[in-house]
């Protein structure tokens, strides 16, 4: 016996080419052509579109319907309102048409009187008289009432629009209609009206007549008073509302017996007391305005000379300084309204200085410049958030890992981390952990890096290009340079220089640890560079700053820092860049680029940095490409600087939550020294 022969066909596995689709069949006749796609699965990818539009949709929806839900309130406000003005308007009038109207009706039901409307007129008003000791037994139930008392107010309003029709067109056919529909809706009602209150419907509206002898209820003014000014304070506007509601449903429980005439009245009473209750918000809102004006008008009196020295000699009281620093801003947001007679802004802002430099422990050259670069509103915000801790980030190393997986492995090992925004592919925010950073198995395999989140923004604005020869001039302790390096995806060639040979040792210990084998490490002066190497594509320069953007890390830079630091610091930029745009290749296809960058955010250090680069070189400032961030200085006090550096870019703790830095992206026009031109064609000639 032969091997039985196997025509399934098999399914290929493992890589090879893919067969090509195989076209639907064609057929001769459209009716004997089947549906392909009627049974057919949806792919995994399918699904997940399917989802995701459905969820689109149903957020849509509940988007449109709040929009809808919101206009009707408008709407239905709008319109109370509009009744509102109407009916303080023509109450008079409305009485009086009103009053003619009942006349008319009187007169219209004698004219039409027959034997049928008699008959029915006896058995109504027996049920009128059922329907007043029902009242009496209703007060007890209010429960009872107040269902029952919605559909009686719209009742009522519908017959007193009809008899209003009535008395104009003065039609006999009308009422025989209405007193047919009332003789079925009396059947109707027999049986239920032991155990609930009957109130008149649009069928009985011909012979239910306002009786001159009743007496004419009034709601109780003084208790609904006291209790809306109650309400008030708890559910604000919400009462205008939910007190016509309830006034509607008591006047339908007591119109029952009262007749038309004393229901239009009221409905009167109703609509005076929200006016008076509106009136008693408004005068109280007034008196409101009235005492803030009154403290606002109220002086600041600064404390006199014999007050200062007294102060001083005392240890400081906090809760004095800092009521006084407020009481200072406040005067000096509008001095001319608020300042005390024979006081000069100098006066307040010299205490204003003292008050700071007291509560927040700092020099007198820090709080200068911390008020010359801010305005006064913002000074308290500014070093409240100098007080504060920024949050811990880490950079995902692209070369290892990515930053989906990474957070993964660390939210398994007890991190909580979320993405550190939208401008940044690679930074996570770290807001607690179980276990220490720096000591995870992915921290020692070189998954990411502990790095601020501003420290990645001078590496954006870089944007390195694979294959090209970038100059890292103050790379330790190799965050930057490593950022670089993962973009460029071990390609190229990258100079990490630092000027101290022993920071050097973890710029080598962190490339080792995160994979990098595109960059060669140094220790140069950096003003020396140009003699060593020229012909970077790109250079970026973290220049060595006085530290005023990360007081929150070093708090001794708050009383250590003088003029001299900072013209020290100044001068030594300032031969770092010249030195750096030496070192560019401005004939470079794909760069030519420098960023300078620094942790400051005193002028000094940043703009005329920038500004003595654009007068000693043929260079530019460019667009950063960074979404977010201030503008640069253009003028700052005495000093006016080029336009073109409102496109550098500055980032300060209290708004952006970094630390403070400052960005700015330089292009490199020639290659030519403006001095040395002349020299060269002297020589030649």
Excluded at 34 to 54: I, V
Excluded at 263 to 291: R, V
Excluded at 299 to 327: A, H, Y
Excluded at 522 to 527: K, M, P, V, Y
Aim: net charge negative.
């Amino acid at each position: 016996m032969g091997r039985r022969a196997d025509f399934k066909i098999k399914e290929k596995k493992g890589p090879g080419k893919k067969a090509k689709k195989q076209k639907d069949p064609v057929f001769a006749s459209k009716e004997f052509q089947p549906d392909l796609r009627k049974d057919r699965k949806l792919s995994s990818h399918q699904k997940q579109r399917m989802k995701k539009r459905l969820e689109k949709k149903k957020v849509f929806d509940e988007k449109k319907a709040l929009k809808k839900q919101r206009k009707e309130e408008e709407e239905s406000k709008k319109k109370e309102e509009e009744e509102m003005e109407e009916s303080d308007e023509g109450i008079d009038d409305e009485a009086e048409e009103e009053s003619d109207n009942e006349e008319m009706e009187q007169e219209n039901g004698d004219q039409s009187g027959s034997e049928e409307e008699s008959e029915e007129a006896s058995e109504n008003e027996v049920e009128n008289e059922e329907e007043q000791e029902s009242e009496d037994d209703a007060s007890d139930n209010e429960v009872e009432n107040e269902e029952g008392s919605g559909e009686e107010s719209e009742n009522e309003a519908e017959s007193g629009e009809e008899s209003e029709n009535e008395a104009e067109s003065g039609d006999e056919g009308e009422e025989e209609e209405q007193s047919e529909e009332g003789e079925s809706d009396d059947e109707k009602e027999s049986d239920t009206e032991e155990s609930q209150p009957k109130g008149f419907t649009d069928d009985n509206a011909a012979w239910l007549k306002p009786s001159g002898t009743a007496p004419k209820r009034k709601l109780p003014l003084d208790d609904d008073e006291s209790d809306d000014e109650n309400d008030d304070d708890q559910e604000g506007d919400d009462d205008d509302d939910s007190d016509a509601s309830s006034g509607e449903e008591e006047s339908g429980s007591e119109e029952e017996g009262e007749g038309g005439d004393s229901d239009e009245e009221m409905g009167i009473e109703k609509k005076s007391k929200k006016l008076e209750k509106k009136q008693k918000k408004m005068l109280a809102e007034a008196d409101k305005d009235m005492k803030l004006n009154m403290q606002e008008t109220e002086k600041f009196v600064l404390p006199s000379g014999q007050e200062i020295e007294k102060e001083k000699s005392q240890p400081p009281d906090l809760q004095i300084i800092q009521s006084r620093i407020r009481d200072v801003i406040h005067v000096l947001s509008e001095f001319k309204t608020r300042r005390e007679e024979g006081r000069d802004r100098s006066h307040y802002t010299d205490q204003l200085k003292r008050d700071l430099c007291t509560y927040y422990s700092y020099n007198e050259f820090m709080i200068e410049k911390m008020l010359n670069i801010f305005p006064i509103g913002e000074i308290v915000e500014v070093l409240e958030a100098n007080e504060v801790n920024r949050p811990v980030t880490i950079r995902t190393n692209t070369l290892k890992t990515r930053r989906r997986d990474l957070a993964q492995a660390l939210i398994s090992r007890g991190v909580n981390l979320d993405p550190i925004g939208k401008w940044s592919k690679v930074g996570l925010v770290v807001y607690s952990s179980s276990i220490p950073l720096g000591a995870t198995p992915e921290y020692l395999g070189g998954h990411y890096l502990l790095q601020g989140a501003s420290s990645l923004l001078p590496v954006m604005t870089l944007a390195p290009q694979e294959g090209e020869r970038i100059l890292d001039m103050a790379s330790a302790p190799g965050g930057k340079t490593s950022h670089i390096a993962a973009i460029m995806k071990n390609t190229g060639m990258v100079l990490a220089n630092d000027a101290n040979k022993d920071r050097t040792k973890a710029i080598v210990g962190n490339l080792h640890r995160l994979g990098i084998t595109n960059t060669v490490v140094c220790s140069e002066d950096g003003r020396n560079l140009p003699n060593v190497m020229k012909g970077f594509d790109r250079v970026l320069l973290d220049a060595p700053c006085s530290g005023t953007g990360i007081l929150s890390k070093d708090p001794e830079a708050k009383t250590r820092k003088d003029a001299q630091d900072i013209q020290r610091v100044t001068h030594l930029q300032k031969e770092l860049i010249v030195a750096a745009i030496d070192c560019l290749d401005a004939s470079s296809k794909t760069g030519g680029y420098l960023v300078y960058s620094t942790c400051s955010i005193l002028p000094e250090e940043n703009e005329s940095v920038v500004n003595y680069i654009l007068k000693k070189r043929h260079v530019k400032v460019v667009p950063t490409g960074l979404d977010f961030g201030e503008e640069g200085f253009v003028n700052y006090r005495e000093n006016r600087y080029h336009p073109s550096l409102k496109l550098t870019r500055r980032y300060y703790p209290h708004t952006h939550n970094m630390d403070g830095f400052f960005v700015a992206k330089i292009k490199k026009l020639s290659n030519d020294i403006p001095g040395q031109e002349k020299k060269k064609k002297k020589e030649k000639s």
